[in-house]
């Protein structure tokens, strides 16, 4: 079982800004399945995806990994050995746990986890890209930034998918 969120159970005294570090990256897993209903579901959904989406030599992005479920449930599903995974988050707490995480599981697809800002990763070759919950923690002229490139690209892939809630 996961270790349980307790992050913000005691009042904090002064509150900093939220960052994915080791505290965050250990209790994550609660956290998602709290905050974000139907979040296996949507983890799910994305390996169907990619099952369907995912090409022969191509590569699948993961932007905003965390701790690489969505990577995870891509691998499981893609069944072309010569398509990659990249994840990418720019939390080394979440790198670190989601390289643990991808290597404890095997699949067809390789899988490379990169410690990066999203908004600085190339992205070539895609049949897939995947922002799971990532938006939110961009600035809006950033999100929009983003998702012009990956719309600029479209022309060349499949699929993008892009699950997030912004107020």
């Not at 908004?119 to 929009?144: C, G, K, W, Y």
């Amino acid at each position: 079982m996961a270790n349980q969120d307790k992050i913000f159970a005691a009042p904090i005294e002064k509150m900093g800004d939220f960052t994915f570090d080791a505290n965050v990256a250990e209790v994550f897993p609660d956290m998602i399945q709290r905050s974000v209903p139907g979040y296996s579901n949507i983890i799910s959904a994305i390996g169907m995806l990619a099952k369907r989406f995912a090409t022969p030599d191509s590569h699948i992005y993961d932007l905003g990994c965390s701790l690489g479920a969505a990577t995870l449930s891509m691998r499981r599903h893609i069944p072309h050995d010569s398509c990659k995974i990249i994840a990418v988050d720019n939390s080394q707490a979440m790198v670190e746990r989601c390289r643990l995480h991808v290597n404890a599981y095997r699949g067809a697809a390789d899988v490379e986890v990169r410690e990066a800002d999203i908004r600085d990763i190339e992205i070539a070759n895609a049949s897939m890209v995947v922002l799971n919950f990532t938006l939110q923690f961009l600035s809006p002229d950033d999100r929009q930034t983003l998702l012009t490139r990956i719309y600029q690209l479209k022309a060349r892939w499949d699929l993008d998918f892009v699950g997030e809630i912004l107020l």
